[in-house]
């Protein structure tokens, strides 16, 4: 399996309730980042964690990680119409120019 | 505010053909990255560029091949299209000094037929 994984790959929820989603990684990394991607567009990238962080939060968003775990979680508060789009976590093994390693995503979907 | 455009947002080649994607960034980054994007796989990396004139090899470059002549362009070669590789294709770039985020073109979706 690839590194970066999300679960759920669907999630549908009401608006105004809170969706979260998760990401497993296999190996050891530098950081860690989220992006968005709505409908048959490009990335956008939503937020950074470094592998010394435990916790960042950006607005409406809140990324744990827990690198004993190899686990990162991104949770959307309060969500919006908007907030409809694919989620992906990126790793990087080191800082600057390095690869990114995608997983496969997690489609969201609110419900207005 | 920064930009990555991509030459086309739809193309059709027959099988065979040699296709070029461009890719132009305005934020004057060292590093640029060509994605290609399938349902349940996600992005996988096929080239990437940390320099003018220099490229690495990503995880899926068999049938592609790149060109950087300008710092501000990367362009992806599919030197004989074949079905396979109708996919989605993104460009990216970043900085090498202390940004770490990629900034995506909209995509090129491209069909072979």
């Known amino acids: 399996s690839q590194q970066g994984e999300e679960d759920p790959q669907a999630l549908s929820i009401q608006e105004g309730e809170n969706a979260t989603m998760n990401c497993s990684y296999k190996t050891s990394i530098n950081n860690l980042q989220w992006y968005r991607q709505n409908s048959g567009r490009g990335l956008v990238h939503l937020i950074l964690i470094r592998s010394n962080e435990r916790e960042k939060h950006s607005g409406r968003l809140r990324v744990t990680l827990d690198t004993s775990k190899k686990s990162s979680s991104l949770l959307i508060t309060a969500s919006r119409a908007a907030d409809t789009a694919s989620y992906f976590c990126?790793?990087?093994?080191?800082?600057?120019?390095?690869?990114?390693?995608f997983g496969t995503g997690t489609r969201l979907t609110i419900i207005p | 505010d920064v930009k990555v455009t991509q030459s086309s947002r739809y193309l059709v080649k027959r099988t065979g053909e040699k296709v070029f994607l461009e890719c132009v960034q305005d934020m004057d980054h060292e590093n640029m990255f060509w994605y290609r994007q399938d349902p349940g796989l996600g992005l996988r990396l096929i080239y990437f560029s940390y320099d003018v004139k220099m490229k690495e090899k990503g995880d899926i470059p068999e049938g592609y091949s790149v060109s950087r002549e300008k710092k501000e362009r990367f362009s992806l070669i599919l030197e004989s299209a074949s079905t396979n590789q109708t996919s989605m294709y993104l460009c990216?770039?970043?900085?090498?000094?202390?940004?770490?985020?990629?900034?995506f073109g909209p995509g090129t979706r491209l069909t072979v037929t």
């Open positions: 990216a770039s970043n900085s090498a000094r202390g940004t770490y985020e990629q900034y």
């Open positions: 990126a790793t990087a093994k080191n800082f600057g120019n390095e690869k990114l390693t």
